[in-house]
């Protein structure tokens, strides 16, 4: 991870997590490239969990496959992502399943790049605008808290070519029970799809 998005996350922990005082976070993608989240989240009556699709440092989930996680529904506070995104080619299918194992009123907190030169582990599909984080609270039916992207180069050397879009989305306490339906038909055409 670049200096900004670790910049950005610490941000949203201090305004958004740092009067709790028992939280259920897991962090989607959280192998240590290049640096890590998890210091941020080492907080007494806090669980944080490291998860991925390769094992390495700071991972102690492997996913068989981003689209189907193992856990219940409403399990996690907390989610936090950030640089993972643009390399999962079919990420609504994910954003569903997150939204699924989040707690209703749970936050997820997203990072991911603007812009940027291809850096493909394994692959690099996508880029995201504040629109395209709007699109993914509509489709999850979430409130968008907050959104904002860095469109001037940021100062730290390794950030300036990725113009962070920085999210924070909410799950409603109460939702119509065909929107738990549906995440549940997402889930389930998720099995059917990438078993």
Not at 152 to 181: C, I, M, Q, Y
Request: negative net charge; contains cysteine; charged residues 25%.
């Amino acid at each position: 991870m670049h200096e900004s998005s670790y910049r950005h996350m610490d941000d949203l922990v201090g305004r958004y997590l740092a009067d709790k005082t028992s939280l259920r976070v897991a962090d989607l993608g959280s192998q240590d490239v290049n640096g890590s989240y998890r210091r941020l989240f080492d907080r007494p009556g806090w669980k944080y969990l490291g998860i991925d699709l390769v094992n390495g440092a700071n991972v102690d989930l492997v996913l068989a496959s981003p689209y189907r996680f193992p856990f219940s529904n409403g399990v996690f506070d907390v989610i936090v992502s950030g640089q993972a995104f643009e390399h999962v080619e079919y990420f609504w299918l994910t954003w569903m399943e997150l939204a699924r194992i989040l707690v209703p009123g749970g936050l997820i907190l997203l990072i991911a790049p603007s812009r940027g030169p291809e850096h493909r582990f394994p692959t690099d599909c996508w880029r995201f605008y504040p629109d395209g984080y709007r699109a993914l609270a509509g489709y999850a039916r979430m409130e968008l808290v907050e959104v904002a992207t860095d469109w001037e180069p940021a100062p730290e050397a390794d950030s300036a070519p990725w113009g962070d879009t920085v999210g924070v989305f909410r799950k409603p306490l109460r939702r119509p029970a065909w929107h738990d339906l549906r995440l549940r038909l997402h889930a389930w055409l998720s099995r059917m799809l990438f078993s």
